[in-house]
């Protein structure tokens, strides 16, 4: 688990870094982060985790489970893009990373979008 923590942390500062056009690093925007954690462990509750530009932070809980599950959780997370994208939010950046609990896996996807 801390190896996955640490493998998040890289890949979010490689996200804030590798910007590669220097006028929207000066050009002031408004971001929202959100991140996807899914697992069928017994003790991590999936969620869907939105950090807004002002700093709030809302959570929602994910089914655990990889059947019928993995569909609602979907469906959720795509209501959730819905949401930023109609108030003019575009999608910048988009990471997926994985481990495994003991042999339980665990993905955490980061979503990054921008007006």
């Known amino acids: 688990m801390r190896k996955l923590k640490l493998v998040v942390i890289a890949v979010v500062a490689m996200l804030f ?4 056009n220097v006028n929207a690093q000066e050009k002031s925007s ?4 959100i991140r996807v954690l899914e697992t069928s462990a017994s003790r991590t509750q999936p969620c869907i985790t939105t950090t807004d530009s002002e ?9 655990k489970g990889w059947k019928d599950e993995s569909v609602n959780n979907q469906i959720l997370i795509q209501n959730e893009l819905k949401k930023w994208k109609s108030n003019g939010y575009k999608i910048t950046h988009l990471s997926t990373s994985g481990g495994t609990s003991g042999d ?3 993905f955490l996807t980061t979503i990054i979008l921008e007006k």
């Open 17 to 20: 870094l590798g910007i590669n």
């Open 104 to 106: 339980i896996p665990i």
């Open 55 to 63: 700093g709030k932070v809302t959570k929602i809980e994910l089914e």
């Open 30 to 33: 408004e971001i929202v982060i």
